[in-house]
């Protein structure tokens, strides 16, 4: 099979290649958090350790405005409302990715992928970080950029012809 994994999952779809190279054929990439190790333990610091959920209503008021009230232009209320309606389940959870993600040994694992890995990465949040974990931990990945995907989030809402035209082009290789 080939995987694909976005921003955390990347990471999952990285760590299934190496873990379980008999099921993975080719691996696409987008959006890898790669940073140092101290910026990596920064984070980590100041993520929530336990339930963390605002009895004022500001994580979600945040999250409303991110994902209803600045949302893509194409994507509707209606659409915008069952991504904020998801992104709620987590409530007092929500940083258990996020501690997943700084703590996995990226250095270690991202260069054992044996698989054909194709990174395909819009010019979004984890531009920067994307191209230092090509440049240094899989420099014989294919890479393409995507310019006019700038989207900070949800980019996936606009942004998939984009990203299928590339991926179709290296899979059908």
Do not use: C
Not at 126 to 144: G, I, K, N
């Amino acid at each position: 099979m080939d995987v694909f994994g976005f921003h955390t999952g990347a990471y999952i779809a990285s760590e299934l290649a190496v873990s379980r190279p008999d099921l993975v054929r080719r691996v696409v990439l987008s959006g890898i958090a790669f940073k140092s190790p101290a910026e990596r333990q920064q984070i980590l610091d100041a993520l929530p350790k336990e339930y963390s959920f605002p009895e004022d209503a500001t994580r979600l008021l945040n999250r409303w405005y991110r994902i209803v009230t600045t949302r893509e232009p194409g994507v509707t209320l209606q659409r915008a409302q069952r991504l904020f309606h998801e992104d709620t389940k987590a409530l007092g959870y929500w940083w258990f990715a996020y501690h997943a993600v700084w703590n996995w040994p990226v250095e270690e694992r991202l260069p054992k992928i044996t698989q054909p890995v194709l990174i395909v990465e819009p010019h979004e949040m984890l531009l920067e970080d994307t191209r230092r974990a090509h440049q240094q931990l899989l420099p014989s990945a294919t890479y393409v950029e995507l310019p006019e995907l700038r989207v900070e989030s949800r980019v996936f809402e606009t942004g998939s012809p984009l990203y299928a035209r590339e991926m179709r082009k290296w899979l059908d290789r």
